[in-house]
Nanobody
Framework: QVQLIESGGGLVQAGGSLRLSCAASGRTDTYVMAWFRQAPGKEREFVAAISRSGSMTDYTGSVKGRFTISRDNAKNTVYLQMNSLKPEDTGVYHC???????????????????WGQGTQVTVSS
C-alpha cells in the first residue's frame, strides 16, 4: 500500500504557473501515477497520467500543451507542471496510483486505488 501527499497548490492569476508535487510513502516505480481534479459542484475528472518508467503519458484535451506530468522514481515523487493556467483549471487536484501490473495500457482508464487528500488550485481571472 502506498500513501500519497500532494503539495504545491495555491492562488494564481490567469496565465500563471504552478507545479504540483506528489510524494509517495514508498517506491513509485511499480505504480502508474495520475492526477485528477474536482471543481466545485462538478465530478472528479482525469487530468494526466504517466507510466511506471515515465515513457508514456496521457492528458485530457483541455490541458494538453499546457500541463506536463513527470516523475522521479528515485525521489518517489510525481509532478504536474501547470502553465498558462485558466480559471476553469480551478479545483482540488488529487494524486493517485495504480499498482496492478496487468492493467489496461490506456492510462486514463486504469483502476486507481490509492488517493491523496488533494491540494487546492485557484486561478483568478
Amino acid at each position: 500500500q502506498v500513501q500519497l501527499i500532494e503539495s504545491g497548490g495555491g492562488l494564481v492569476q490567469a496565465g500563471g504557473s504552478l507545479r504540483l508535487s506528489c510524494a509517495a510513502s514508498g517506491r513509485t516505480d511499480t505504480y502508474v501515477m495520475a492526477w485528477f481534479r474536482q471543481a466545485p459542484g462538478k465530478e472528479r475528472e482525469f487530468v494526466a497520467a504517466i507510466s511506471r518508467s515515465g515513457s508514456m503519458t496521457d492528458y485530457t484535451g483541455s490541458v494538453k500543451g499546457r500541463f506536463t506530468i513527470s516523475r522521479d522514481n528515485a525521489k518517489n515523487t510525481v509532478y504536474l507542471q501547470m502553465n498558462s493556467l485558466k480559471p476553469e483549471d480551478t479545483g482540488v487536484y488529487h494524486c493517485t496510483a495504480d499498482g496492478d501490473p496487468r492493467g489496461t495500457p490506456f492510462l486514463r482508464l486504469r483502476k486507481y486505488d490509492y488517493w491523496g487528500q488533494g491540494t487546492q488550485v485557484t486561478v483568478s481571472s
